[in-house]
């Protein structure tokens, strides 16, 4: 995952930041250290005290289950596939083992170095970044709550709608229920937590009228071993 502001700019190289400087949610905080060690346990924690598992230890691991569907989906594109936030690797990886090209986009160090292990590419950078071949791209893919990124779901969709070539499709993993909210959130595992940030979530109708915002059209929804995906295309 890749939680990071339209206004964000992460730090380059793997220095840890300085007293001088601010933390930045997913790279200076708990997810880098359970990214590195390849397992959890890891939490979303909220404003309110609630807290949320990541599942790190299936981020870690080999594409497995749904993911199948979202590779599945970008086999025979014409242009190659953009994983926005693809944390460890498991789907950039799925996606060159099935033949499609792909690409993962992540500013944590310690994800683009996994991504690298896996045998795949990514970037580090954020998804607002200038990144190679925008409006060229065959399909983006926000999977594993990456929807939440910067905490603007249809400014979020709207960059992914810029990144596409016409008739490209935008894969998002959505909410289970049928929410729509903003909140303010924190990485957190068992030795501390890292900087707030606002992160956000949404229910599949919810995405859909972001994404007629964003100008991308509904093309298909589907559930898969609990979990919930939208088919966006760009006109």
Same mark, same amino acid.
């Given at each position: 995952?890749?939680?990071?502001?339209?206004?964000?700019?992460?730090?380059?190289?793997?220095?840890?930041?300085?007293?001088?400087?601010?933390?930045?949610?997913? @790279?200076?905080?708990?997810?880098?250290?359970?990214? *590195?060690?390849?397992?959890?346990?890891?939490?979303? *924690?909220?404003?309110?005290?609630?807290?949320?598992?990541?599942? @790190?230890?299936?981020?870690?691991?080999?594409?497995?289950?749904?993911?199948?569907? $979202?590779?599945?989906?970008? $086999?025979?594109?014409?242009?190659?596939?953009?994983?926005?936030?693809?944390?460890?690797?498991?789907?950039?990886?799925?996606?060159?083992?099935?033949? @499609?090209?792909?690409?993962?986009? +992540?500013?944590?160090?310690?994800?683009?170095?996994?991504?690298?292990? $896996?045998?795949?590419?990514?970037?580090?950078?954020?998804?607002?970044?200038?990144?190679?071949?925008?409006? *060229?791209?065959?399909?983006?893919?926000?999977?594993?709550?990456?929807?939440?990124?910067?905490?603007?779901?249809?400014?979020?969709?709207?960059?992914?709608?810029?990144?596409?070539?016409?008739?490209?499709?935008?894969?998002?993993?959505?909410?289970?229920? /049928? @929410? +729509?909210?903003?909140? %303010?959130?924190?990485?957190?595992? /068992?030795?501390?937590?890292?900087? /707030?940030?606002?992160?956000?979530?949404?229910?599949?109708?919810? %995405?859909?009228?972001?994404?007629?915002?964003?100008?991308?059209?509904?093309?298909? *929804?589907?559930?898969?071993?609990?979990?919930?995906?939208?088919? $966006?295309?760009?006109?």
């Amino acid at each position: 995952m890749n939680a990071v502001t339209k206004a964000s700019t992460p730090p380059r190289g793997d220095d840890l930041p300085t007293a001088e400087h601010a933390a930045v949610p997913w @790279v200076d905080d708990p997810f880098g250290r359970a990214v *590195r060690a390849g397992r959890g346990p890891l939490w979303l *924690r909220r404003g309110d005290g609630s807290r949320v598992v990541l599942e @790190v230890d299936r981020w870690c691991g080999p594409a497995a289950g749904a993911d199948h569907g $979202l590779v599945l989906r970008c $086999l025979g594109l014409a242009a190659p596939v953009l994983d926005l936030g693809c944390g460890p690797g498991r789907l950039v990886a799925a996606l060159l083992e099935a033949g @499609v090209p792909a690409l993962g986009v +992540d500013i944590c160090a310690a994800s683009v170095d996994r991504t690298a292990g $896996l045998g795949g590419l990514a970037l580090r950078r954020s998804v607002f970044d200038r990144l190679p071949a925008e409006g *060229r791209w065959g399909a983006v893919l926000l999977a594993d709550g990456n929807l939440g990124i910067g905490g603007d779901p249809a400014a979020l969709l709207g960059r992914a709608a810029a990144l596409l070539a016409p008739g490209g499709l935008a894969l998002v993993e959505v909410a289970a229920e /049928p @929410v +729509d909210e903003v909140v %303010t959130v924190r990485v957190e595992d /068992p030795d501390g937590a890292g900087p /707030p940030f606002r992160w956000a979530r949404c229910g599949a109708d919810a %995405t859909a009228r972001h994404a007629r915002a964003a100008g991308l059209a509904e093309a298909d *929804r589907w559930t898969s071993h609990g979990r919930v995906f939208l088919s $966006l295309r760009r006109p």
